[in-house]
């Protein structure tokens, strides 16, 4: 009788991850063919400064960290497919609005915190959905492959999105992008939707982060929101201030991220045996990208220290979310855990989008932006 209920949670495990593949696959695809080029759009089109590109990315970040239980609370009611269908209005609702957009602080902020709430509601069922059907003898295996089918999409996007936009314009390749995400849906109607429990309160779970092994986690949660924000919302600014291409920024973005996905084909099998834990080298070849990035100033660099950048990040994500699947798994209730993630995610986002706009008030050089990210990013060392 075990045997038996071990095969059909296998099974269910095994359509389940599948599941999710097809709709990452298909959500990234439709995301990243815009995703990388809207701080340009933002900068050039709507003829934003950069430090209002930059609080737009605050916008969002605030949305999508601060939301988390209230998403997590939906995740519990109606489910994590569902949950997953639900975020699509929001994109819908950001794309839509960033196509009329106009340079007033409104639009903006309708903009911006219609992507966060999508990001918030989105990736609170995400994570949790990874981290309940994800084998746990094979968390690196189950990363690895969640991860390489998202660089799979990124590898192919930018390119296509850089010449959507060079021939047709910006809406055409929005419109492409909500065509995408739209189909995203349709592999999690394929089976029956599951819920997760939440019956903790927001002081609980702030308590509970007080505690040291919450801090601990939490301040390299911090650092890795320090990353994800300058990558989204810092680093298209800088390359595009150097080259002033669209279509070569997509070239190289699509080239450096064939690379990365060649190397995470290997690194998964790493991650699964017992080995020394990987992620402080990890994290310091991270930051040392970023420290490398300082010395971009033609094609040739630009290609080596990028390829040397995505390389990390994917190495990082896949540690990373391996280290997630281990330590939610511990949790009687998958979603504190994510929301923990989340909340701290936002947190590091905030901080160095402040950092940045005290730097560029005074002035400094963005030589100085690349270095605060290269040592804030540190901290992720804390969750090795």
């Known amino acids: 009788m075990k045997t038996r209920l071990h095969v059909t949670h296998e099974l269910v495990g095994k359509y389940e991850r599948q599941e999710l593949m097809a709709n990452t696959l298909l959500k990234r695809i439709g995301f990243s063919l815009s995703g990388i080029f809207i701080p340009i759009y933002l900068l050039t089109v709507i003829e934003l400064s950069v430090k209002e590109v930059l609080l737009f990315g605050m916008i969002a970040y605030s949305f999508f960290a601060f939301f988390s239980p209230v998403s997590a609370k939906i995740v519990s009611k109606i489910g994590l497919k569902h949950t997953m269908i639900l975020s699509l209005f929001f994109y819908f609702a950001f794309f839509s609005k960033l196509i009329s957009v106009e340079k007033n602080f409104l639009d903006l902020f309708i903009a911006a915190s219609a992507l966060g709430l999508g990001w918030s509601i ?66 999690l109607l394929l089976t029956k939707d599951r819920k997760a429990k939440f019956e903790f309160s927001i002081i609980d779970e702030l308590k509970a982060i007080i505690k040291k092994y919450r801090k601990k986690e939490m301040i390299g949660f911090i650092g890795y929101g320090v990353h994800d924000l300058s990558e989204i919302f810092l680093w298209p600014l800088i390359v595009f201030s150097i080259f002033g291409s669209i279509l070569f920024y997509g070239l190289y973005y699509s080239l450096t991220l064939i690379i990365a996905m060649i190397l995470i084909y290997f690194l998964y099998k790493e991650i699964d045996s017992n080995h020394k834990n990987p992620i402080k080298k990890i994290v310091g070849l991270s930051s040392s990208a970023w420290l490398g990035r300082v010395l ?43 929301v923990m993630r989340i909340i701290s995610l936002g947190i590091g986002g905030l901080l160095i989008s402040g950092i940045f706009f005290a730097m560029l008030s005074f002035e400094l050089p963005i030589q100085f932006l690349l270095v605060a990210v290269a040592l804030l990013s540190l901290t992720q060392m804390k969750l090795a």
Do not use: C, Q
């Open 122 to 187: 989105y990736f609170t069922a995400w994570w949790t959905d990874l981290i309940m059907f994800s084998r746990k003898k094979k968390k690196g295996h189950d990363a690895a492959a969640m991860i390489y089918v998202d660089i799979i999409s990124l590898a192919v996007s930018p390119f296509i999105g850089g010449l959507i936009i060079t021939f047709f314009g910006y809406s055409a390749n929005f419109y492409a992008g909500i065509a995408l995400i739209s189909l995203s849906a349709v592999p």
């Open 296 to 338: 971009i100033f033609n094609e040739l660099s630009f290609a080596l220290f990028n390829s040397i950048a995505n390389l990390a990040y994917s190495m990082l994500y896949v540690s990373l979310d391996s280290k997630i699947i281990e330590e939610g798994k511990k949790e009687e209730e998958y979603l504190r855990y994510v």
